[in-house]
């Protein structure tokens, strides 16, 4: 499974490209806004910092709503680096968008998925990444986990290139289960990176060596 972060801040992203197990970068307006980057210009300019930073897929959001105004804002922030890739929203204008995009070679990432045939329809449309947004699935008392599992079965039975971006990760939880479905991607929040790598065993083990090395030192 790849592992990208969901983040835009760049401490970050630095922090968890030298652990060496990042595979790209999901931003979103929140994410962006979080950074209080102000302006258009700012904005693009700090999605090319972070393609400086990471030489892999970062993903980058439209906030156009029509399929013109999307095409075109896609064109413009693919242009910001080759490893740039477009967010778009779910929704029919989104669609049409990514289908001319996928024709024109510009990657997308088809954002707010919530169904399985939210999956196939931005799949069969030509997106490169669909991102199924789990935690806000759960925070609705439906199972986010299960929805990926039900687009891991759908795409099984065809072959779409998409690759499917387990996104709105809140809990190590989701992203064990995302690896045990066998998902292409998680996206994951830089404080649930940490929970991963952590065990209070690990804690103590270290702690007991580190005490029985002094044994052996004196
Ligand atoms: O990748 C999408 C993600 O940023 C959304 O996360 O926690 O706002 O639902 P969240």
Redesign the pocket.
Known sequence: MKFFI?TANLDEIKEAHSLGILDGV?T?P??IAREGIAGRKAFEKHIKTICELVAAPVSAEAVSMTFDDMVAEARTLSQIDANVVVKIPMTLDGLKAVRQLSEEGINTNV?LVFSPLQALLAAKAGATYI?P?V??LDDISQDGMKVVEEIIDVFANYLFETEIIV??I?NPLHVLTAAELGADIA?I?FKVIEQLAQHPLTDVGIDKFLKDWQKVEK
Request: aromatic share 6%.
């Open positions: 969901d999901t979103n929140s994410l954002t991102s947004f935690g806000r996104a709105s809140r996206t929040p």
